[in-house]
């Protein structure tokens, strides 16, 4: 967690630089040193619970992109959480029948 943490603030350090540099890209920067600022604070422990509690809320299921507009992570993070999850036996992937009706997940 601590080298995430120095890593990040290396970045959004660079990303100051840059906003003086590139005076018209200064909005969009900002907002990238808000999102890896945010980043650097989240843990996977609160990442799992922040999962659990929208699967809670979501008892017929949810699917992996609704998961990522809620909790705003990427495929990959919701994945992985997901999988740790699965794997200890605290959700349930029920298939989807077809595109237009993707896979859902499920507490147990």
Known sequence: MQQHSNRAQRLSQILRELRSEFPGFACRIDQFIAIVESDAKR???YDREKVLAILRSW???ISIKELMEDTGYS???VRQIL???MKKGLVTKVPGRSARHPDLYRLC
């Open 43 to 45: 843990s996977r422990s």
């Open 59 to 61: 008892s017929c299921g």
């Open 75 to 77: 495929h990959w993070d």
């Open 83 to 85: 999988a740790e999850l």
